[in-house]
């Protein structure tokens, strides 16, 4: 067998993912948020991309109306009206008659002005209120807002002056530099000793002081602390209330009769201790510079139709609009001298033609995507969500011809606004329970709510076990297993019934 060199050809088939196509998946799953973000980079960055600018909404026959009736009173009144003086007429010049029908006299309505060599205080000053009076355009009311004060902030400024010896000083910013977002003190005291150069003793006194600042509960090690801080603050924090916050794992068990063993208190005043604990604030931190939360703003809006069914539209509010100035590219690429500058000016065509026939087609496919999953969920739409469906992502694929991962890609951060309110797609797809005659599966999400509508409903003297939640469901046509129950109920957050038997007695003997 010889070895020689030669040339063959060769037909194959690949799937190439280019850098495009990324870029098109990529802005598939982007939030409206991170959308205008990312449109905006480009408007940015490619001088052929342009906003589209709205056109002024066309007025209402009430306002037409309203308009053609004020032109023609101006035009009725226009021989009644005095004809305008001239522009250097003043007050001065006028004559008396000019303020013969007023009782005061200017020197009563204006007693700071002197004449006319009176010197304005808000123009030495600086004020705006000032400017804004005389029609300038240097009035500056974001400086009159009040800002937003941060935890940090708002605790140094006391320290300053609970503190006068700059080393201690030192010692309680690092301490309240050290707070979390709720307001705890998360540090090892010996390790910040060493750290800092002093003794734990100092650092101890410094905590001390950190905890006397407001707000009350600041600076706390863990939540019995937090709690006995804001209780000494009220002056409440007698032996009992201070055994009650000694044992709140009790309390979170609602172990009723041994927490009035320890508190040696009756029912009544159990009952007014523990509604003085629940009105504490166990994260004091979070009342001083949170992040604001940004309002969800839905991607598609569902409205009922007169048919009887729903009408599925986009938010156009939640769609950038942007442009190809096919005009400016032809002008510069006239101008275009060299080939790096024709290069360039390709790309930037290039990239904003995808840009625009991207937005396009993601608008499109969420359009396509939320018709079908309102078509699926008709039911939860019209009764409730006791009527929501098992649905996955590949039902949905299958019925508009496209992959499952399109259709994730879609749901991540899209919302969608209804009759019953602002839910996210992902919402709407749960997993199904087998019904126990054979008939359709319930959905996850409906088979929750029969269980917090069974607790909710159950009486004092009777509360369900996780058992009988079993037996209920079954006979209400829902094949489940008791841990999934016990699953559900958890993930609720509602105790088991052990717990809410103590609860209910406990407010039935508080009542």
Same mark, same amino acid.
């Given at each position: 067998m010889s070895l020689a060199p030669k040339l063959e050809f060769r037909q194959t088939q690949s799937l190439v993912m280019t850098p495009q196509l990324m870029q098109a998946i990529k802005l598939l799953q982007l939030s409206n948020l991170d959308l205008v973000a990312f449109v905006e980079t480009e408007l940015e960055r490619n001088p052929l991309l342009e906003r589209e600018e709205e056109p002024p909404a066309p007025p209402s026959p009430d306002q037409e109306r309203e308009a053609a009736d004020s032109a023609g009173d101006d035009a009725d009144g226009a021989g009644d009206r005095e004809p305008p003086e001239p522009a250097g007429m003043d007050a001065a010049t006028s004559g008396p008659e000019r303020t013969a029908d007023v009782d005061v006299s200017l020197s009563e309505l204006f007693p700071d002005d002197s004449g006319a060599g009176a010197i304005d205080p808000g123009r030495l000053s600086g004020d705006p209120w000032s400017a804004a009076a005389r029609g300038g355009e240097d009035a500056d009311l974001e400086a009159y807002v009040a800002g937003e004060v941060s935890l940090r902030d708002h605790l140094l400024d006391q320290l300053a002056l609970a503190v006068s010896d700059p080393a201690r000083? %030192?010692?309680?910013?690092f301490l309240v530099d050290s707070l979390d977002e709720a307001?705890? %003190?998360?540090?090892?005291?010996?390790a910040t000793?060493?750290?800092? /150069?002093?003794?734990?003793?100092?650092?101890?006194?410094?905590?001390? &002081?950190?905890?006397? %600042?407001?707000?009350?509960?600041?600076?706390?090690?863990?939540l019995a !602390?937090?709690? *006995?801080?804001? %209780?000494?603050?009220?002056?409440?924090?007698?032996? *009992?209330?201070?055994?009650?916050? /000694?044992?709140?794992d009790l309390v979170a068990r609602r172990e009723y009769p041994a927490l009035r063993r320890l508190c040696r208190v009756d029912d009544e005043d159990l009952a007014e201790m523990l509604a003085e604990l629940k009105r504490l604030d166990p994260k004091p931190g979070h009342a001083f510079g949170?992040?604001? &939360?940004?309002?969800?703003?839905?991607?598609? &809006?569902v409205r009922p139709a007169q048919d009887g069914g729903f009408r599925v539209e986009l938010n156009a509010e939640t769609l950038p609009r942007v442009l190809v100035n096919r005009t400016y590219y032809a002008t510069v690429a006239r101008a275009a001298k060299g080939p790096g500058d024709r290069a360039y000016l390709s790309d930037c065509l290039q990239t904003a033609n995808w840009l625009v026939k991207s937005l396009d087609q993601r608008a499109r496919t969420i359009l396509k995507v939320a018709t079908e999953i309102v078509r699926q969920q008709s039911a939860f739409l019209q009764h409730g969500v006791a009527h929501l469906k098992p649905l996955n992502l590949r039902t949905v694929a299958d019925e508009i011809g496209m992959?499952?991962?399109?259709?994730?890609? &879609?749901?991540?951060?899209k919302y969608m606004a209804t009759t019953r309110g602002i839910f996210e797609l992902k919402y709407f797809f749960t997993s199904s329970i087998a019904a126990s005659d054979g008939g359709d599966a319930h959905s996850a999400e409906s088979v929750r709510h029969r269980i917090r509508q069974l607790i909710d409903a159950e009486p004092t003297d009777d509360?369900?076990?996780?058992?009988?939640?079993?037996? *209920?469901?079954?006979? /209400?046509?829902?094949?489940?297993?008791?841990?999934t129950v016990a699953k559900y109920r !958890?993930?609720?957050?509602?105790?088991?019934?052990? !717990?809410?038997r103590r609860e209910k007695r406990g407010l039935a003997r508080s009542g």
């Open positions: 000083r %030192l010692i309680g910013q307001g705890y %003190l998360r540090i090892d005291i010996a000793a060493a750290q800092l /150069g002093t003794t734990e003793a100092v650092v101890e006194e410094m905590i001390a &002081v950190v905890q006397g %600042l407001e707000p009350a509960g600041i600076a706390a090690r863990d !602390e937090c709690l *006995a801080l804001q %209780l000494k603050d009220r002056d409440r924090y007698d032996p *009992a209330m201070q055994a009650l916050v /000694g044992h709140l949170g992040a604001a &939360v940004p309002t969800v703003v839905p991607d598609v &809006v992959h499952e991962s399109t259709v994730s890609r &879609v749901t991540a951060n509360v369900l076990s996780d058992d009988a939640i079993v037996q *209920a469901l079954r006979d /209400g046509g829902v094949d489940i297993a008791r841990r !958890e993930s609720m957050r509602i105790p088991s019934s052990v !717990e809410r």
